[in-house]
Every structure is written in C-alpha cells, then in structure tokens.
C-alpha cells in the first residue's frame, strides 16, 4: 500500500517533472519564435515584441507562470506575509552571454566558496570542486563576471519539495548563459532515498542529461528528487537560517509553487579559493 504522504510526494515530484518539460518545450518554441522576428525586422520595423512565459525547477518562473500553468485563480489573491528582506543595491543585472563552457580551470584540490549576499543576507555556500569540477568552475567563471549580481531568486516551493532557486537574470526560469554543462557527483552520498537533504546546493536543468546553465536551487528542507541535479555545494549553518526566513514569507500563488514573497535580490556573488 503508498500511504497518503508517500503519494503527495510522488504527485509534487511529477509535476516537478512536467514543469521541466513545459520549461523545455518554451525554450524551443521562444527560438523558433526569435528566429521568425529576425526575419521580418529585416524587411520591415516592427515594434516591441514580449518574449518567455514559463515555469521550471529544471532549470530555470515567474509566479504569474507558475499559477497559470496549474493553479486556477482564486476569487481574491492570498494574503502575503511581510516582506522580511531589504531594499535591493542600485544596479542592474548583466545579459551576456558565451558560446561554450569556460576553460576549466578549477582547482579540484583547493577549497571554494561562494558568498550570495542577497537582500535578505548572506547565504555562505561550501563549494565541493573536486566532485564538481565542471559545476564549481562555471560558478567561479559567472560570478567573476558578476552575471549574477543584481537578479533575483525567482521561484520558491512549499509543498511536497521545499526549494528555493536561483540563477536566472531575466528572472523568467528560462534565462541562461548561453551554454550548458555536465551532470556531475549525481552519486553522492548525501544523496539518499532520492532525497536531497536540507542545505543542499544543486543544479536546476531541463528535465534532459547534461543541461545545467546557470540556475541553481537551494534546499531548506529535505526534499524526495530524483538524482538528477548536480549537487555541488552545502550552505553554511547561518546561510539556513536566511533561507528559513525567506521560506517562512511564503510564496505569492499560495498553492506551493511561485515567486517568493520576500524580495530576494542577489546583490553580489562572490566565489573565493583557500
């Protein structure tokens, strides 16, 4: 018999599932789309043309997404917590983007770091290079190039996996660098019974191998997921307690699934070898 729990967590995991491959399917149709505007502009000016609408922990949501792809609006909005976080640093997020993975240049022998000072404070992250040597020189690469600075954490859920995510500067769940890296340390053995255990640090992907960009989640609760997403680092003791903080304001649909209330900024991220 799958006890009732055990079934709240297999549906939460399937629609995890789906989401990533909405997230998928978005992503070639926006291509497709790109393409076509390219074509016309060449011919005839056109005006503004709005681009992405989708949701993801695979990779990469915006609440208004989430609660219109699964979630029938209520007749009034939920009632929001208060907002614990502070007012974002002046700047604005960067939209490079590369061609190729950088050149891998990581230390596997040396000790990382990843600051996240957001606006809800500083998330200290213990970065495992020598399992994740691919993942962790990526990071080191972005955050020298201040890719994440100035962009928000655009998903939080509440039910059934309990994970915020990050990464994305569009803040869509569809933004990425402009290149993908490999799975890595999917045999961890903090990893067990497909459960990712609270302050885990792992990459978001498509729902397919092999397609990590930029966006990451991190857990602050244990949370029953597949061994699909890289994980690559551990959040320290003080780092947790932001991350409850954020969780405990809540999401904006009130079904589980959408942009965290607190307004959480990445206003700097730094990663630091020792």
Known sequence: MVSQEQRRRQLARE???RQQQRRTDARRKARVRNSVIASVLAVVVIGSVALYTTDVLEGDDDTK???????????????????????PAEGKVKTATWKKEPELTVDKSAKYTMKLATT?????IA????????TV?????????GYFDHSKCHRLTTNGIYVLQCGDPTGTGTGGPGYTIPDENLKDKSLKANTYPAGTVAMANTGQKHTGGSQFFLVYQDSQLPPSYTPFGTVSESGMKVLKKIADAGESTGAGDGAPNATVVIDKATVTKS
């Open 65 to 87: 997404q989430n609660a219109g792809a699964e979630v029938t609006p209520s007749a009034s909005a939920p009632s929001k917590a208060p907002d614990p976080c502070e007012k």
């Open 137 to 145: 020189n990526s990071f080191d690469f972005l955050a020298g190039k």
């Open 15 to 17: 629609k995890f599932l």
């Open 127 to 134: 970065l495992k290079a020598s399992a994740a040597p691919h």
């Open 120 to 124: 809800c404070g500083d998330i200290d």
